[in-house]
């Protein structure tokens, strides 16, 4: 059958010439076999494609970063703010990079890991909020290693319609968020948090331990899609290189995680 695509205009590709170079291809023997099977499985840089053992190694060398980074930031507290512009700038170009990059995604969880740091020393030089870091840091893992294992098990799993909930309520949060900020910064409330310290009327709830519960539940189906990502990569066969791209999802989601976790702790524990 003739293809217009130019790759396959081989007579490697051709049905009928295809049985022509089977025939004409020399029988391997018993000891050439042996040797065969006898080989070495091929490497991730041989295949130049994904596998989850190669995949894994770059996460554990990107977490590693975001936890150097974390040291910086909790020593150098004042780095939070560059750390949180830059950390932003570099998700930009991270999303919209058609081919990922592996010394953006690292830079990116350097940087992130500052932010992360410094915001959690902040937080933990306040009598109040002592302890909290640790706190929010177990309540992280918990929520990683939960949605990992339910994951494996088969139990969860991405679907169309879970995923356009998750965008809409994506969306709502954005605009929320946005708003609280501006609110924040034209002195429309003198909270620490804005809105999410408002109770919710006829209750002593506040608005941001509801919304802190409802954004860990996002960012659980955010692994959710993350993982769903890198096995969809692997089952296909995708580039190498395209590990790199779930492993900026898999940090990007946590690090998020991280500090909705420590603002709604924050909120639990009152101003």
């Known amino acids: 059958m003739a293809t217009s695509n130019p790759a396959f205009n081989s007579p490697a590709f051709s049905l009928n010439q295809s049985s022509a170079i089977m025939h004409r291809a020399a029988t391997p023997s018993g000891e050439q076999l042996d040797e065969l099977y006898g080989k070495p499985s091929a490497t991730p840089e041989q ?17 590693a970063l975001v936890a150097l980074g974390a040291a910086v930031g909790w020593f150098v507290p004042f780095l939070t703010i560059p750390a949180a512009i830059v950390g932003f700038v570099l998700a930009l170009v991270n999303i919209f990079k058609k081919k990922p990059s592996a010394g953006l995604v ?13 915001i959690s ?28 294992l339910l994951f494996r098990s088969g139990k969860i799993r991405a679907s169309k319609k879970a995923t356009k909930v998750f965008l809409i309520a994506m969306i ?19 909270s620490a948090f804005g809105l999410r310290s408002a109770y919710i009327p006829g209750t002593e709830i506040p608005i941001g331990l509801v919304l802190g519960i409802l954004v860990v539940l996002l960012a659980a189906y955010s692994l959710v899609l993350d993982f769903d990502q890198i096995k969809t990569g692997v089952e296909n066969g995708a580039p190498r290189m395209y590990a790199w791209r779930a492993v900026f999802g898999i940090v990007l989601t946590v ?9 709604m702790l924050a909120i639990l524990r009152g101003e």
């Open 47 to 63: 295949t130049d494609r994904m596998t989850y053992e190669d995949t894994i190694q770059k996460a554990v060398g990107a977490f």
């Open 106 to 118: 690292l830079a990116y969880s350097a940087v992130q890991g500052i932010f992360a740091g410094g």
């Open 121 to 148: 020393a902040i937080f933990e030089a306040m009598p109040q909020y002592s302890g909290i870091a640790i706190q929010a840091l177990l309540g992280t893992a918990a929520v990683f290693v939960v949605t990992l």
């Open 172 to 190: 709502g949060y954005a605009v929320f968020s946005l708003i609280n900020v501006g609110m924040m910064l034209f002195g429309a409330t003198d």
């Open 255 to 263: 690090i998020w995680l991280y500090i909705e976790i420590l603002r």
